[in-house]
């Protein structure tokens, strides 16, 4: 079973639009860390945050917030005022704290997001 | 400071050859993550490294994968007799803590191609 979904494969928007990149996550642990990576057309996967499962405060750095509901298993991430450097593929991950498996990142299949000019 | 590197950034073989893909982790940083995602995927996670300790295996497809980091410090992924299935990006992560939650920062990776 897929440990986190990003049931958004793609997303457009226009630039200056606000947009909100969607994931659910699936675990029995009740200590876990949420991750979002960016890979911009270059390649590379950039780190963005992390959050572990005791924390459900929101976050906020510039024009990127994200929203962690234990109740919903969703760890969802908002681009405002959204640029066309914002376009990139963004992924989700989940990283369990059990022995067997620690520190292993499950990633989502992604979501392309492109802002158009 | 230097990030994360891999070699060669792109490897076109012929099935049934091997290759060795090599990672450079960010000084100091104790862990070392070999991943590998397919086009229009999420990474999948290989394997992985407590300094020189090879702490976990299982995501190794089969035993033509291997991986090794003698001193702790650069990695080698190699693959035997490559098919065309192999073909993928591979990608290297390091993060500076013993294997937990930590934030793994990743290479440049290696896109891998058999003909």
Not at chain 1, 4 to 28: F, M, N, P
Not at chain 2, 101 to 106: D, G, L, N, V
Request: glycine share 8%.
């Amino acid at each position: 079973a897929q440990k986190v979904t990003q049931a958004q494969t793609e997303i457009s928007v226009v630039e200056k639009e606000d947009v909100t990149l969607d994931c659910v996550y699936e675990t029995r642990d009740t200590t876990y860390y949420l991750f979002w990576y960016k890979q911009p057309p270059s390649g590379e996967l950039v780190f963005l945050i992390r959050r572990n499962s005791f924390d459900e405060q929101n976050e906020i750095s510039g024009r990127y917030s994200w929203n962690f509901q234990k109740s919903t298993s969703s760890f969802n991430f908002t681009i405002t005022a959204s640029q066309v450097v914002d376009s990139a593929v963004y992924f989700c991950a989940l990283s369990e704290e059990r022995g067997s498996t620690l520190g292993r990142l499950y990633f989502g299949r992604g979501t392309q997001l492109t802002v158009w000019p | 400071g230097a990030g994360v590197s891999q070699s060669p950034r792109y490897k076109v073989t012929k099935r049934g050859q091997d290759v060795a893909l090599r990672c450079d982790p960010i000084s100091g940083h104790v862990s070392l993550y070999w991943y590998r995602q397919a086009l229009g995927q999420g990474p999948e996670f290989l394997t992985y490294f407590n300094y020189e300790a090879q702490q976990d295996k299982s995501g190794l497809p089969n035993d033509r994968f291997s991986a090794e980091r003698p001193e702790g410090s650069i990695s080698t992924l190699t693959i035997q007799r490559t098919e065309q299935r192999d073909s993928a990006m591979y990608r290297c992560a390091s993060s500076p803590g013993a294997p937990g939650p930590y934030e793994q920062y990743f290479g440049p990776g290696t896109r891998l191609t058999v003909t």
